[in-house]
């Protein structure tokens, strides 16, 4: 089997990698994020996505590389990690009773001996309904669950669920930063067996 390298070093993306139950390596893929501001929120996922896969694919010949990256998008505009308890306050109070979507995008590189290589990029998009939420409510979670490294200041599989009055996507996974049933699809497009057990 072809050995399969993760181009990040989240541990979301591991921890979800992981529940293939396949072997991989991770090779984290530090490349500059900076893009062109003409690029719409779901245009910036995709190219940081194919930008972290390719990357690292010349170091691993015969391999799969999976890329992937994920934008926040209100209004057409990105949210981005917010790092900082006041800035997490701040974006929790913009996303309060609105709709914002998360562009997940994945990258899926398959090299072979010769040097060819097939090349698939897609993007899974999530759309979260946040409820009216207080002041008391965002500190009390921030508190709880330092949020930090995420785009929009929540963890949707921990408590940042209960900010939500809705989620609507095609695959739950890719809220967390990596949609695994387009990952299951690309990987035995490619000749990845996923075991059963």
């Known amino acids: ?3 399969i390298v993760l181009a990040s070093s989240s541990p979301y993306k ?5 529940r293939l139950g396949i072997p991989f390596v991770v090779d984290a ?24 896969a390719n990357h690292i694919a010349p170091k691993y010949p015969n391999s799969v590389i999976i890329g992937a990256d994920q934008v926040a998008d209100l209004n057409g505009s990105p949210i981005n990690k917010p790092y900082t308890y006041e800035q997490a306050v701040a974006q929790l109070l913009e996303q309060s009773g609105k709709s914002v979507y998360f562009h997940t995008a994945l990258t899926v590189l398959c090299t072979d001996s010769t040097g060819a290589m097939t090349k698939y990029t897609g993007v899974t998009s999530t759309e979260v309904h946040f ?5 008391a409510q965002i500190d009390a979670y921030l508190n709880h669950e330092k949020p ?17 009055h809705r989620i609507d996507s095609a695959d739950p996974t890719a809220l967390i930063g990596l949609p695994l049933i387009d990952l299951c699809s690309q990987l035995l497009y490619v000749g990845i067996k996923i075991p059963h057990n």
């Open 1 to 3: 089997m072809k050995q």
């Open 14 to 18: 591991q921890r979800l990698l992981q």
């Open 29 to 52: 893929a530090n490349v500059d994020e900076t893009t062109n501001t003409k690029l719409s929120p779901e245009q910036t996922a995709r190219f940081l996505s194919l930008k972290k």
């Open 131 to 135: 409820r009216e939420l207080s002041i």
């Open 148 to 164: 930090y490294d995420c785009a929009g200041s929540f963890k949707s599989e921990g408590l940042g669920i209960r900010l939500f």
